[in-house]
T-cell receptor, first 106, second 112 residues
Framework: EDKVVQSPLSLVVHEGDTVTLNCSYE??????LLWYKQEKKAPTFLFML????IEKKSGRLSSILDKKELFSILNITATQTGDSAVYLC??????FGTGTSLTVIP | DGGITQSPKYLFRKEGQNVTLSCEQN?????MYWYRQDPGQGLRLIYY???????QKGDIAEGYSVSREKKESFPLTVTSAQKNPTAFYLC???????????FGDGTRLSIL
């Protein structure tokens, strides 16, 4: 059975901190891993990773995939209150983890 | 502006009643999806469609039905056979199934 596990389940940090969110997976025929941010209702797309070792970056957010060890991390540097959200990891489009709830305190 | 519209935002169902959730997109995407999200759980795939008049079951299709008669529309019917329908339902679309998904704002369904 395909499985995606995210950790930690929740995290509370202060503004300016750096956080690392984890996503490990066990799926057959891996094709892609995607990160989404869900603030209230609709998740919004952050990154799509298909190749191992290549970092994707967008502003203060970055992500990298390790296909050998079957995991990905999402880093957020200099966190802001607007980063407070649930971060979802999805493998092969359809298989989502439970998400990591991030709260950034001013 | 292009996007995905789900309606209604809130829906109440009586026991034994079928209800239909609407999902419309004007992004010209071929693929569309329905997910269910329960507290403390991730998104679980109910059905997806890669093209008009074609759809496949996801992991939790029992008690649900869909149709895809038009490219823009992918309605989900929650039937009386779904014993625990209270959840947040999200519709999504993508250009094709291997590309990132765009999500609607969801419908929250509750049992009266």
């Amino acid at each position: 059975e395909d499985k995606v596990v995210q950790s930690p389940l929740s995290l509370v940090v202060h503004e300016g901190d750096t956080v690392t969110l984890n996503c490990s997976y066990e799926v057959t025929n891996f094709r892609s891993l995607l990160w989404y941010k869900q603030e209230k209702k609709a998740p919004t797309f952050l990154f799509m990773l298909t190749s191992s070792g290549i970092e994707k970056k967008s502003g203060r957010l970055s992500s990298i995939l390790d296909k050998k060890e079957l995991f990905s991390i999402l880093n957020i540097t200099a966190t802001q209150t607007g980063d407070s959200a649930v971060y979802l990891c999805a493998v092969n489009q359809f298989y989502f983890g439970t998400g990591t709830s991030l709260t950034v305190i001013p | 502006d292009g996007g995905i519209t789900q309606s209604p935002k809130y829906l109440f169902r009586k026991e034994g009643q079928n209800v239909t959730l609407s999902c419309e997109q004007n992004l010209n995407h071929d693929a569309m999806y329905w997910y269910r999200q329960d507290p403390g759980q991730g998104l679980r795939l109910i059905y997806y469609s890669q093209i008009v008049n074609d759809f496949q079951k996801g992991d939790i299709a029992e008690g649900y039905s869909v149709s895809r008669e038009k490219k823009e529309s992918f309605p989900l019917t929650v039937t009386s056979a779904q014993k625990n329908p209270t959840a947040f339902y999200l519709c999504a679309s993508s250009i094709v199934t291997i590309r990132p998904q765009h999500f609607g704002d969801g419908t929250r369904l509750s049992i009266l």
